[in-house]
């Protein structure tokens, strides 16, 4: 605009410059050029006060932001060194206060129907509670342990321990202890409680999720599609067929992104309504089933319950208060609880992200034991124990 105006006033200059009328317009020429000139000064005088406005609303912003900035680390740094680092130490002193609450006080419930837990709901667990390698350290990579929720009179401290001695696959035995002591130091004094002299034969043990339930144990038949249990006072076993096109022989094992657990078809658990077996078939794609053992003559099997979790997903399960969990492999030194299935509610749930600290990079077996809230893990001959939490 400045231009078109200093292209006008010339314009002007060379009209005036070519004017002959005996001095009569002159004078009028003279003054619009007057006015002219004033025009063009206040447009350069308004032009020059926005710049330098702009420059100062310019440098206004930048320091603002500069400010800005310094004050956003200046809040991150202070959130990260004190609100995160105590909401750590609030968490971890609840934790430990959860921990001491639930060692002073034991309580002992009577046993709940199915899916409603006498002890709240499940919260967390803890650290590693006991540690050991027993009789045979080193020697039996592949196993179960743990203790009878409900155990004849005068066994109510004894513990078991199943060991696959052949191959890593097979068992023909079940080894008592009467006491955590005894197992931790290895004295058995009821030594071994043979299911058949060879191993394996039929109705021997098969794979390494077996558990203990009214002095009898529950496991996968060898070279079955069955629950076998086995009576430990009368040496009887009774057979359990499972429905059709239930995968077994290693075709439906638990398994993490590096390997599968060979023999892991069927998972025996126990919690405080009895006994549970999980596993899969070719009608349900690969996604675990759950199903309820009634106890009698004959072994039966109850309700069922279909998830929406892919069994070669998933690592390990268990059941607590008639409530199914899954475990996945995170690393070598942690396993998390990421899943469960509540047969009440039929409501299951991916996100429990409850992690389990391990002593060593392989889970062959997780057992709860609703007797004193203990969960048992059998890890490369490995085995440990944690507490489980309840709101």
């Keep these: 605009m400045r231009a078109l105006q200093t292209e006008a006033l010339q314009e002007d200059v060379l009209m005036l410059e070519k004017e002959d009328d005996g001095q009569l317009y002159a004078v009028f020429s003279l003054y619009v050029i ?3 000139l004033v025009e063009i000064t206040q447009l350069i005088n308004r032009l020059n006060s926005t710049t330098l406005g702009y420059q100062r609303l310019t440098a206004n912003t930048t320091k603002q932001l500069k400010d800005l900035r310094a004050e956003m680390q200046q809040l991150e740094t202070y959130d990260t060194l004190q609100v995160v680092k105590r909401q750590q130490d609030n ?24 899916g409603n837990c006498p002890h709240g709901e499940f919260r967390n667990i803890t650290g590693v509670r006991m540690h050991t390698e027993g009789e045979y350290p080193g020697s039996y990579m592949y196993g179960a342990w743990g203790r009878d929720p409900k155990p004849e009179a005068g066994k109510e401290n004894w513990y078991w321990l199943v060991m696959l001695t052949s191959s890593n696959i097979y068992a023909n035995y079940v080894r008592r202890y009467s006491s955590l002591s005894a197992l931790i130091v290895g004295v058995s ?14 109705n021997t ?12 144990l529950y496991y996968n038949c060898y070279n079955q599609d069955s629950v076998c249990r086995f009576n430990l006072t009368t040496k009887a076993v009774t057979t359990l067929q499972l429905p059709k096109d239930t995968r077994y022989n290693s075709k439906g094992n638990f ?26 078939s070719k009608h349900d794609f690969g ?52 899943y469960k299935f509540d047969t009440t509610t039929e409501v299951e749930r991916f996100d429990i992200s409850v992690f389990i600290n391990k002593m060593s990079p392989n889970i062959h077996s997780l057992n709860y034991s609703p007797v004193d809230q203990m969960l048992h893990a059998y ?13």
């Design 91 to 114: 968490k971890q002193l609840k934790r430990e206060l959860d921990q001491c609450r639930n060692r002073l006080y034991p309580i002992t419930q009577p046993t709940p129907p199915q």
């Design 287 to 338: 996604n675990l089933v759950l199903s309820k053992v009634e106890e009698g003559e004959p072994l039966t099997l109850g309700q069922t319950w279909r998830t929406s979790v892919y069994k070669q997903g998933v690592t390990n399960t268990f059941m607590a208060c008639g409530v199914l969990y899954a475990t996945r492999y995170v690393n070598k030194d942690v396993e998390e609880i990421f």
């Design 34 to 36: 007057e006015n002219e």
């Design 189 to 202: 004094t009821p030594g071994n409680v043979e299911i058949h002299t060879s191993n394996p034969t039929t």
């Design 379 to 391: 890890c490369d001959s490995h085995m440990v124990s944690y507490k489980v939490l309840f709101s």
């Design 205 to 216: 043990v098969q794979g390494p999720n077996a558990v203990l339930y009214g002095e009898a």
């Design 255 to 280: 398994c993490h992104l590096d390997e599968c657990y060979p023999y892991t078809d069927l998972d025996l658990a126990t919690d405080e309504s009895g006994v549970w077996v999980i596993y899969t």
